[in-house]
């Protein structure tokens, strides 16, 4: 069945008992870009888990859109010692959802596991000589040197995302999942309504109390909730998801598909804007543990191949408005995007000239087996465009496509591809996990510490520690330009370009926090 002919059709597969139109105005219904698969937001950097995540849990910190950090969960803190020394003060009146109150050493504890995982926590715990929690309230840390992106790290959005969990649960290894869905955020999970692939829900969590002052952004200012009920449905197709917004059985969908977004925007009942406007960037990763990518030259070979535009064209459309290329390792216009070493991508693409570059760095027809996933369907079809990519640069390709969970389970075998692993794959992170070297895992070269692919270069490394350690904007920019430029040899992924995302909303819903989907705030009416 064409996708189109669900438009008329797809209503009836989701109907829902009706319910009075008073109580319908308390539950919001949530169509996210793919199935909730992994729960735990310390472990997974799937934007799913990290939405969930922020329902269920808190942070110490928030981000608004501007970068911005302020305090969330803690009321402020206390710099002292040259920059050495900081206290940062508990709100009072904070409970995990069994009722418990929150005390600063189970945020020591859900500090400790996150920074194992995350590359800015494992820079902020080199620099820490102590962390402890000295009474109900204080989390300190003694530094060994000045550390000022402390809020930041604390307070980042990007997955992996540092939430606060019991100290019970935060003893849990860094590399098992945590299910027990037990937080202090604004919305309690109900696991027992939870339907793999099809359904989760969540309802308000009385007990919170959200911070005074300032304007709910990103993740900062006041969470404060005006439903009763979040639902999320998983419903793959667009079209079916197109139709189930047009008929007012959901009233949010995360990203609409390219070749609804007209038939959406017709409808009354409907706003269809970007919500996201650090858009998407899209990445080729390469597993720098197997052949023929374990090779910088073959890595490198590939740049000439590359034209960007046939990326984000293929999934953003023709109108240059919705995508941008070409692009390097930084978001385009935040602080730290330059043209560094972005001559690589401009010009004709020759394909025979790659392909004698690639036989002169050692390529002798290896499979190369490329990930692709049918949802969400950007995913798959920037695998196609990659796989044509490289089939006319001479690789011997073989795309393999399954679901998104599937892909995310599989990226992250260290097999050869004989036995289950896996050469490359295509994947888009937002412009807010790109911004700078503190947010971005993806350029990280830290070997097993890094992202699935696990890219062991050290020069880049060093780069990225002194990026750190610069002192100022004018700095930070000095080195993030070599840093760009380094990252053009080693490659620890090749970027593809950037394309912006359309969200369909129900006219009903008012006060929709910017950014990526945050479900406080927003009102039903």
Known sequence: MKRRTFLAAGAGLLAAPAIGHAQQNRVLRFIPQTDLT???????????TRNHGYMVFDTLYGTDTQFRVTPQMVEGHVVENGGRLWKLILREGLKWHDGERVLARDCVASIRRWAVRDAFGQGLMAATEELSAPDDRTIQFRLKAPFPLLPEALGK?????PVMMPERLAKTDPFTQVTEMVGSGPFRFLADERVSGVRVAYARFDGYVPRSGGTADGTAGPKVVHVDRVEWTTIPDG???AAAMRSGEQDWLEFAANDVIPLLAR???????VQEQSGMITLMRMNHLQPPFDNPAIRRALLGAVNQADFVQAVAGADPAMWHAPIGFFTPGSPMASDAGMEVFKGPRDYDKVKRELAAAGYKGEKVVLLGASDPAFIGTLAEVAADMLRKAGMNVDLQMSDWGTLTARRLSREPVEKGGWSCLMTALTGVDMANPALQLALRGNGDKAMYGWPNLPELEALVGEWFAAEGLAAQQ???RRLQLQAMQDLPYIPTGQFLQAAAQSAKLQDVVRGFPVFWNVRKV
């Open 38 to 48: 992994v729960l735990d937001p310390v472990i997974n950097a799937s934007y799913a």
């Open 157 to 161: 959005m990007p997955s992996l995302v």
């Open 239 to 241: 079209a079916t998801a």
């Open 267 to 273: 409808a009354r009942s409907l706003k269809v804007a």
């Open 478 to 480: 000095a080195v993030a």
